[in-house]
């Protein structure tokens, strides 16, 4: 593992979730290889599943597109990332850690936490907030060139 992968690392677990800390053990036990981080969202199964250079680390429920509304299928490199965002569209929303990937959609925050696992967003992924927080700090760490997302049925 790079000396630079692993100040980054020990930065995002100075943020301090136990999901964090857990991520800098993991990596510390084995090499990096090519630095990739790849998000794959289920949208039948309402799950995130985050691997780093192939080594599963994190699943985490997710909310997507609820009734009447689409979350984009496919693969997908993050665009933008903004530690708070609010939404123009949906009435100044707040979206924090923010890693939009396709227009107008996001992964991001939500405090809707006893909605997660279960379709409920305009279209976003919707994270809870210490996982959004991770993966967050995951993407700055990688850089959207090393990480995808992707997002099957």
């Known amino acids: 593992m790079s000396r630079i992968l692993s100040a980054k690392l020990i930065n995002i677990a100075a943020a301090g979730t136990m999901a964090a800390m857990a991520l800098l053990l993991d990596a510390g036990a084995a090499e990096a290889s090519s630095g990739k981080l790849v998000a794959q969202v289920s949208l039948s199964t309402q799950t995130?599943?985050?691997s780093i250079d192939g080594r599963p680390t994190f699943a985490w429920k997710v909310s997507t597109a609820g009734k009447?509304?689409?979350?984009?299928?496919?693969?997908?490199?993050?665009?933008?990332?903004?530690?708070?965002?609010?939404?123009?569209?949906?009435d100044n929303a707040p979206m924090p850690h923010s890693v939009f990937f396709h227009g107008g959609y996001a992964v991001h925050a939500t405090?809707?936490?006893?909605?997660?696992?279960?379709?409920?967003?305009?279209?976003?992924?919707?994270?809870?907030?210490?996982?959004?927080?991770?993966?967050?700090?995951?993407?700055?760490?990688?850089?959207?060139?090393?990480?995808?997302?992707?997002?099957t049925q």
């Open 68 to 90: 009447g509304y689409v979350t984009p299928t496919g693969s997908f490199r993050p665009t933008r990332m903004h530690r708070m965002w609010y939404s123009r569209k949906y």
């Open 48 to 50: 995130m599943h985050v």
């Open 111 to 151: 405090d809707a936490i006893k909605r997660l696992g279960r379709p409920a967003s305009h279209g976003c992924i919707r994270l809870h907030p210490s996982d959004a927080a991770d993966f967050y700090g995951l993407v700055e760490t990688f850089g959207p060139t090393n990480t995808s997302i992707v997002i």
